[in-house]
């Protein structure tokens, strides 16, 4: 009898034994993976770049055009022609001074002005024997015009078509150089000569001195018989006439 007792209290613990076996198998299979988060996908946050900073443009700096200063326009003097006495003292010894005859350059009127003359001044010089010479002023609109005129000035000196010699005399070009005086200054001569047919006859010499200042040309022209003005002081004369125009 006793031993039948035993027999049921341990097939009763084998029963409770079970049961125990059977609720720890259950907890480990939903156990692992908590109820909520069953089949989660993991967040991935990107790397957050740094934004590039991007350079001011470069700002040029306006360039502010420079005002062109218009040369002013000059208007004629008496002061800018020469004197008798700076005639007589660039070539001295010969009696020099002013007179109110005229002075015929030995090319033509054309030597000494150009067309669209604004204004005009003349003086006229004289030793009272065979020389003669004048200075004859011209103004022009502008400069532009200006260089015009001296360029046809010198152009008419050098042809000189009005320079017909004799049949028995020769023409010939002895000068014809530039100075650094105003704002441009040509010296050129003519020399008239006999030819060997004809020994007992003069010769002449006809200087000019072309001088443009702004729209100013300056036109020296002295004539005589033999040489004429000695090239170093019709040169002297040149520069004194230059000066005066400012």
Same mark, same amino acid.
């Given at each position: 009898?006793?031993?039948?007792g035993?027999?049921r209290?341990?097939?009763?613990?084998?029963?409770?034994?079970?049961?125990?076996? +059977? *609720?720890?198998?259950?907890?480990?299979?939903?156990?692992?993976?908590?109820?909520?988060?069953? !089949?989660a996908?993991?967040?991935?946050?990107?790397?957050?770049?740094?934004?590039?900073? *991007? &350079?001011?443009?470069?700002?040029?700096?306006?360039?502010?055009?420079?005002?062109?200063?218009? &040369?002013?326009?000059?208007?004629?003097?008496?002061?800018?022609?020469?004197?008798?006495p700076? *005639?007589?003292?660039?070539?001295?010894? $010969?009696?020099w001074?002013?007179?109110?005859?005229?002075?015929?350059?030995?090319? !033509?009127?054309?030597?000494?002005?150009?067309?669209?003359? $604004?204004?005009?001044?003349?003086?006229?010089?004289?030793?009272?024997?065979?020389?003669?010479?004048?200075?004859?002023?011209? $103004?022009?609109?502008?400069?532009?015009?200006?260089?015009?005129?001296?360029? #046809?000035?010198?152009?008419?000196?050098k042809?000189? #078509?009005a320079?017909?010699?004799?049949?028995?005399?020769?023409? #010939?070009?002895?000068?014809n150089?530039? +100075?650094?005086?105003?704002?441009?200054?040509?010296?050129?001569?003519?020399?008239?000569?006999?030819?060997?047919?004809?020994?007992g006859?003069?010769?002449?010499?006809?200087?000019?001195? *072309?001088?443009?200042?702004?729209?100013?040309?300056?036109?020296?022209?002295?004539?005589?018989?033999?040489?004429?003005?000695?090239?170093?002081?019709?040169?002297?004369?040149?520069?004194?006439a230059?000066?005066?125009?400012?």
């Amino acid at each position: 009898m006793y031993g039948r007792g035993v027999r049921r209290v341990t097939a009763t613990a084998g029963l409770i034994g079970l049961a125990l076996g +059977l *609720v720890a198998c259950g907890n480990e299979a939903t156990g692992g993976t908590p109820a909520g988060n069953a !089949g989660a996908t993991p967040s991935m946050t990107p790397s957050t770049t740094p934004e590039r900073s *991007v &350079p001011e443009p470069v700002k040029t700096p306006t360039m502010v055009p420079t005002p062109t200063t218009k &040369p002013a326009a000059v208007q004629l003097r008496t002061s800018m022609l020469l004197t008798g006495p700076d *005639v007589a003292k660039a070539d001295p010894n $010969r009696g020099w001074i002013t007179t109110t005859g005229s002075a015929d350059p030995i090319c !033509g009127p054309s030597s000494i002005r150009s067309n669209g003359v $604004r204004g005009s001044l003349n003086r006229n010089f004289t030793t009272e024997l065979d020389a003669s010479g004048g200075q004859w002023l011209t $103004r022009y609109d502008d400069v532009r015009a200006a260089k015009a005129a001296y360029d #046809k000035i010198i152009a008419t000196i050098k042809s000189c #078509k009005a320079l017909d010699p004799a049949p028995t005399h020769a023409r #010939k070009m002895t000068e014809n150089r530039t +100075l650094p005086l105003g704002d441009a200054t040509a010296i050129l001569r003519w020399y008239d000569y006999p030819l060997p047919s004809d020994p007992g006859s003069e010769p002449g010499g006809f200087p000019y001195a *072309v001088t443009r200042k702004g729209n100013v040309v300056s036109v020296l022209a002295f004539r005589e018989m033999g040489d004429g003005v000695a090239p170093a002081n019709f040169e002297k004369l040149t520069r004194a006439a230059a000066a005066r125009l400012g």
